[in-house]
């Protein structure tokens, strides 16, 4: 629906009414093999359309397939297999026309009517009312288009687009490389369409109308690309008043009339007003810098686990003879400073916020729908389980795109640093010789073939996210370099020219970054580890790209492996069924066994999840222990799917989180208690800027039958952002766990004797396996559930001071009348044990109007299903 907004100001002018929509429902579309008419044809009122297909605009022709039933669901078992590929179909069968029919009267006056499109892939033709709109083909998939439409509109209001949609040439032949044979890279588009070892290929390349189309109504000047540059100087705290921050703006404005135009551009921050007066001659347009202002003690943006994460809004407006407003934007983001800096003990970059240094915690990120379908609603969700893995990083990969104004708004609410990429791969742009691809080693790095289209599609994608407190970093391309005509431009004239704030690092794992003194890539493990790997073994000081398994549970798998296919994995016979393979299954090879052979596909899935927390915790804390020391940050290889895959996830497709998730979220707190299972040493590390003084640290040892063998209780601090090293417990937990294995649990409280950070490890017996784990007897866990308002939960969940450890529970919210998992859910803890005698809140949190239940099951507790009360 339009939004009208009518701005009066005091002084008793009018300004002209402010209208922008989107046009995102009532498309149609047909192949254009189907017709014959031209686009002038199609594109006239009296042209029939009957019979045509309803459209997704934004989306995807093989959206619209699958939303019309033409095709099945790609993402479900082998259906995949069923969907005509690009390659072998060719061009034609993926080339569609889209015809939209919209109210749009013409303007009297100077009034001016706009037509943008924020993304089509690949190349296309518009027509409006019987007329080309665009002089040449458009060409790209990352490069904006605008169009004045003001004299192409007809008298009476009604109007017809039209737009045929071409898909990349070349299309790429997906033959099971990374990126198939390479080709896909020709263009300037996202490369993971011909498949990867984390997807099958997309079967039409992702044609079509894909980001949104809107229309904007202005005065004689429209204002573009507004820009708002933060400077924070100095070392600043989250809390108290603050120094001044410098605010820098400009703004590009267009006068598509025939007259010479003077005016005011002004802005309006924090109840004040910035002007400048500024002519504009005719046919122009002309980019105008704002005096810098001071902000007086500013509300400023703080990545996640460090501080608040404050937006400002700032209007910018470009009043006709400094009366009348011809055109507004307004820019949302936060006031920061992004540094970087040498750490010469490390030998790897170093990244800070407003003087203060942030040790990276973060995620890789390839897009939220291998299909293109967004929303605002599923990259909050993705988003916020970021924020709660208590992450601060996120890298978007290089084979996929720029992303959307809309992650990056998310990202700014949670608190979520953004290392952007563009688009290069070293598996396609030829990094190494690869015998899956079509062309040599040397023809792949001059990819893609335009290298002017690659250059414009850089400067229009970091106008349109420039302005987001999160983004952080620019990185050239994952795991190299672009061709060196595109990375100088990049790199001296057009990232300093349009935003100047951000390290620029050339690829991924450069020695910029990480010096790769260890040889290799620079990046990696993929697979599963010990988890004393990831605290003996040194990699990469700050690793772009290290991670592990991540199967879902049960219920995960159930929504797209059928149920024939619901056979899990045998290692030792070396068997997985053919619908897990074609899901990109990574192994688990022998680090089930410990936890007892897998059963059946119920019982693989739970050992899976326990698996899953310990690699995840492991990580972190392997990284976290050598903070400063061994290393700057690290980035998990990778954090979510936007296709069904069974590997690299904290959650998956369908936003149900697994035990990945909440085993990070422990090992990545923000101030945590933690133990080096090859050593014993019990070790505090602090994230954040300030000194936690009179901390608790208990240390128990628990057996398999709930007995306590108490250890220590010591009163210490830490200060911030550091790691201290209390005590070691080796000795006694090797002399404990020698028979069945033993539990060790870590708490440190405050000086309230509030819990700050709770930690459990299962430590096997001296043969490694978990013995007693595998025979530990009913725990009667009692639970409760009380509702705190809309869409929030407490679950109070109680354990015998007789019983056992309640071991590995999960809390679910259920729809009371179908019994099915609400997602997305958001829990503030989960796959969670209890002592014997303790008690535990969980509070849940969603979006569902249903009536709901808290269902609970564990290692040892039986599952129970619980009413809200």
């Given at each position: 629906?339009?939004?009208?907004?009518?701005?009066?100001?005091?002084?008793?002018?009018?300004?002209?009414?402010?209208?922008?929509?989107?046009?995102?429902?009532?498309?149609?579309?047909?192949?254009?093999?189907?017709?014959?008419a031209?686009?002038?044809?199609?594109?006239?009122?009296?042209?029939?359309?009957?019979?045509?297909?309803?459209?997704?605009?934004?989306?995807?022709?093989?959206?619209?397939?699958?939303?019309?039933?033409?095709?099945?669901d790609?993402?479900?078992?082998?259906?995949?297999?069923?969907?005509?590929?690009?390659?072998?179909?060719?061009?034609?069968?993926?080339?569609?026309?889209?015809?939209?029919?919209?109210?749009e009267?013409?303007p009297?006056?100077?009034?001016?009517?706009?037509?943008?499109?924020?993304?089509?892939?690949?190349?296309?033709?518009?027509?409006?009312n019987?007329?080309?709109?665009?002089?040449?083909?458009?060409?790209?998939?990352?490069?904006?288009?605008?169009?004045?439409?003001?004299?192409?509109?007809?008298?009476?209001?009604?109007?017809?687009?039209?737009?045929?949609?071409?898909?990349?040439?070349?299309?790429?032949n997906p033959?099971?490389?990374?990126?198939?044979?390479?080709?896909?890279?020709?263009?300037?588009?996202?490369?993971?369409?011909?498949?990867?070892?984390?997807?099958?290929p997309?079967?039409?390349?992702?044609?079509?109308?894909?980001?949104?189309?809107?229309?904007?109504?202005?005065?004689?000047?429209?204002?573009?690309?507004?820009?708002?540059?933060?400077k924070?100087?100095?070392?600043?705290?989250?809390?108290?008043?603050?120094?001044?921050?410098?605010?820098?703006a400009?703004?590009?404005?267009?006068?598509?009339?025939?007259?010479?135009?003077?005016?005011?551009?002004?802005?309006?921050?924090?109840?004040?007003?910035?002007?400048?007066p500024?002519?504009?001659?005719?046919?122009?347009?002309?980019?105008?810098?704002?005096?810098?202002y001071?902000?007086?003690?500013?509300?400023?943006w703080?990545?996640?686990?460090?501080?608040?994460?404050?937006?400002?809004?700032?209007?910018?407006?470009?009043?006709?003879?400094?009366?009348?407003?011809?055109d507004?934007?307004?820019?949302?983001t936060?006031?920061?400073?992004?540094?970087?800096?040498?750490?010469?003990?490390?030998?790897s970059?170093?990244?800070?916020?407003?003087?203060?240094?942030?040790?990276?915690?973060?995620g890789?990120?390839?897009?939220?729908?291998?299909?293109?379908?967004?929303?605002?609603?599923?990259?909050?969700a993705?988003?916020?389980?970021?924020?709660?893995?208590?992450?601060?990083?996120?890298?978007?990969?290089?084979?996929?795109?720029i992303?959307r104004?809309?992650?990056?708004?998310?990202?700014?609410?949670?608190?979520?640093?953004?290392?952007?990429?563009?688009?290069?791969?070293?598996?396609?742009?030829?990094?190494?010789?690869?015998?899956?691809?079509?062309?040599?080693?040397?023809?792949?790095?001059?990819?893609?073939?335009?290298h002017?289209?690659?250059?414009?599609?850089v400067?229009?994608?970091?106008?349109?996210?420039?302005?987001?407190?999160?983004?952080?970093?620019?990185?050239?391309?994952?795991?190299?370099?672009?061709?060196?005509?595109?990375?100088?431009?990049?790199?001296?004239?057009?990232?300093?020219?349009?935003?100047?704030?951000?390290w620029?690092?050339?690829?991924?794992n450069?020695?910029?970054?990480?010096?790769?003194?260890?040889?290799?890539?620079?990046?990696?493990?993929?697979?599963?580890?010990?988890?004393?790997?990831?605290?003996?073994?040194?990699?990469?000081?700050?690793?772009?790209?290290v991670?592990?398994?991540?199967?879902?549970?049960?219920?995960?798998?159930?929504?797209f492996?059928?149920?024939?296919?619901?056979?899990?994995?045998?290692?030792?016979?070396?068997?997985?069924?053919?619908?897990?393979?074609?899901?990109?299954?990574?192994?688990?090879?022998?680090?089930?066994?410990?936890y007892g052979?897998?059963k059946?596909?119920?019982?693989?899935?739970?050992?899976?999840?326990?698996v899953?927390?310990?690699?995840?915790?492991?990580?972190?804390?392997?990284?976290?222990?050598r903070m400063?020391?061994?290393?700057?940050?690290f980035?998990?290889?990778?954090?979510?799917?936007?296709?069904?895959?069974?590997?690299?996830?904290?959650?998956?497709?369908?936003?149900?989180?697994?035990?990945?998730?909440?085993?990070?979220?422990?090992?990545?707190?923000?101030?945590?208690?933690?133990?080096?299972?090859?050593d014993?040493?019990?070790?505090?590390?602090?994230?954040?800027?300030?000194?936690?003084?009179?901390?608790?640290?208990?240390?128990?040892?628990?057996?398999?039958?709930?007995?306590?063998?108490?250890?220590?209780q010591?009163?210490?601090?830490?200060?911030?952002?550091?790691?201290?090293?209390?005590?070691s417990?080796?000795?006694?937990?090797t002399?404990?766990?020698?028979?069945?294995?033993?539990?060790?649990?870590?708490?440190?409280?405050?000086?309230?004797?509030?819990?700050?950070?709770?930690?459990?490890?299962?430590?096997?017996?001296?043969?490694?396996?978990?013995?007693?784990?595998q025979?530990?007897?009913?725990?009667?866990l009692?639970?409760?559930?009380?509702?705190l308002?809309?869409?929030?939960?407490?679950?109070?969940?109680?354990?015998?001071?007789?019983?056992?450890?309640?071991?590995?529970?999960?809390?679910?919210?259920?729809?009371?009348?179908?019994?099915?998992?609400?997602?997305p859910?958001?829990?503030?803890?989960?796959?969670?044990s209890?002592?014997?005698?303790?008690?535990?809140?969980?509070?849940?949190?969603?979006d569902?109007?249903?009536?709901?239940?808290?269902?609970?099951?564990?290692?040892?507790?039986?599952?129970?299903?619980?009413?809200?009360?």
């Amino acid at each position: 629906m339009r939004k009208l907004i009518w701005l009066i100001l005091l002084a008793g002018h009018v300004t002209l009414a402010q209208d922008r929509y989107e046009l995102n429902s009532g498309w149609v579309c047909a192949a254009i093999g189907s017709l014959k008419a031209t686009g002038e044809k199609i594109s006239e009122a009296s042209y029939s359309t009957k019979g045509w297909m309803p459209a997704t605009v934004p989306g995807t022709v093989l959206t619209t397939l699958l939303n019309n039933k033409k095709v099945p669901d790609p993402f479900y078992g082998m259906n995949n297999e069923k969907i005509p590929d690009i390659y072998k179909t060719g061009r034609d069968h993926y080339t569609y026309w889209f015809v939209k029919d919209f109210t749009e009267k013409a303007p009297a006056g100077n009034q001016q009517v706009w037509l943008h499109f924020r993304g089509v892939n690949y190349s296309c033709d518009v027509f409006l009312n019987g007329k080309k709109v665009n002089s040449a083909r458009h060409y790209g998939m990352f490069l904006r288009q605008t169009y004045n439409i003001t004299k192409l509109l007809n008298s009476n209001g009604a109007n017809r687009l039209a737009v045929v949609v071409y898909p990349i040439d070349p299309v790429g032949n997906p033959n099971g490389g990374q990126g198939g044979d390479g080709t896909i890279a020709r263009n300037v588009s996202h490369q993971y369409v011909a498949g990867w070892d984390w997807i099958q290929p997309i079967r039409d390349r992702n044609t079509g109308i894909w980001d949104k189309v809107t229309i904007e109504r202005t005065g004689s000047i429209n204002i573009k690309n507004p820009h708002v540059i933060t400077k924070v100087p100095g070392v600043r705290e989250p809390k108290g008043p603050q120094e001044p921050a410098q605010i820098i703006a400009s703004a590009e404005l267009e006068n598509p009339t025939a007259a010479k135009i003077e005016g005011v551009l002004q802005y309006q921050l924090d109840g004040q007003t910035v002007k400048q007066p500024v002519t504009i001659e005719p046919g122009t347009v002309k980019e105008v810098t704002l005096p810098a202002y001071q902000l007086n003690n500013p509300k400023l943006w703080w990545p996640s686990g460090y501080g608040p994460q404050n937006l400002y809004a700032v209007r910018f407006q470009f009043l006709q003879d400094g009366q009348t407003v011809t055109d507004e934007e307004t820019v949302t983001t936060g006031v920061r400073e992004i540094q970087t800096t040498w750490n010469t003990t490390t030998r790897s970059k170093q990244v800070a916020v407003n003087g203060q240094k942030i040790f990276i915690k973060g995620g890789n990120w390839i897009i939220s729908d291998a299909m293109l379908r967004f929303s605002d609603q599923r990259y909050d969700a993705e988003i916020r389980y970021h924020h709660d893995m208590n992450l601060n990083l996120i890298r978007v990969w290089g084979g996929a795109l720029i992303e959307r104004p809309e992650f990056y708004n998310a990202c700014d609410k949670y608190g979520l640093l953004v290392m952007q990429d563009f688009w290069m791969s070293g598996d396609c742009n030829g990094r190494w010789v690869d015998p899956m691809k079509s062309e040599d080693q040397w023809t792949r790095r001059k990819y893609p073939n335009d290298h002017t289209l690659f250059l414009q599609s850089v400067t229009d994608q970091v106008k349109l996210v420039r302005n987001h407190a999160s983004l952080a970093i620019w990185c050239g391309g994952n795991e190299i370099t672009p061709p060196e005509d595109i990375l100088r431009p990049m790199k001296d004239s057009i990232l300093p020219a349009l935003d100047g704030t951000r390290w620029f690092v050339d690829y991924s794992n450069s020695d910029e970054m990480s010096y790769n003194a260890l040889g290799g890539n620079g990046d990696g493990p993929y697979g599963i580890q010990d988890p004393t790997h990831f605290w003996e073994h040194r990699t990469f000081p700050f690793n772009s790209e290290v991670g592990s398994v991540g199967v879902g549970d049960y219920e995960s798998l159930r929504r797209f492996v059928p149920q024939l296919n619901m056979q899990f994995p045998q290692y030792k016979l070396k068997k997985v069924d053919s619908v897990w393979e074609y899901h990109k299954y990574i192994g688990y090879d022998q680090y089930l066994d410990p936890y007892g052979e897998p059963k059946d596909i119920a019982d693989f899935t739970r050992k899976a999840q326990v698996v899953n927390y310990e690699q995840y915790r492991a990580l972190a804390e392997g990284f976290s222990n050598r903070m400063w020391d061994w290393y700057t940050g690290f980035i998990i290889w990778k954090t979510q799917n936007p296709w069904t895959a069974l590997r690299g996830q904290m959650y998956d497709y369908y936003l149900d989180p697994n035990a990945c998730l909440f085993g990070l979220r422990n090992g990545s707190e923000p101030v945590h208690v933690m133990c080096n299972p090859t050593d014993g040493m019990v070790t505090i590390v602090n994230n954040t800027f300030e000194e936690q003084r009179n901390l608790m640290l208990v240390v128990r040892f628990y057996d398999h039958s709930g007995k306590d063998s108490f250890v220590t209780q010591v009163l210490t601090y830490i200060e911030p952002s550091s790691v201290k090293r209390i005590l070691s417990v080796k000795e006694l937990m090797t002399s404990l766990a020698k028979s069945k294995g033993i539990f060790l649990s870590l708490q440190l409280l405050d000086d309230k004797k509030q819990v700050v950070s709770d930690n459990l490890y299962c430590i096997p017996d001296e043969l490694g396996i978990h013995s007693g784990l595998q025979g530990l007897g009913h725990a009667g866990l009692k639970v409760k559930a009380n509702s705190l308002g809309k869409g929030k939960i407490e679950v109070t969940l109680t354990n015998g001071v007789t019983e056992p450890v309640a071991f590995f529970n999960r809390v679910t919210l259920l729809d009371a009348n179908k019994k099915e998992r609400v997602l997305p859910v958001f829990y503030s803890d989960n796959y969670f044990s209890l002592l014997p005698g303790s008690e535990k809140k969980i509070v849940v949190e969603y979006d569902n109007a249903n009536a709901v239940l808290i269902s609970v099951e564990g290692w040892n507790v039986s599952p129970q299903e619980v009413k809200v009360q």
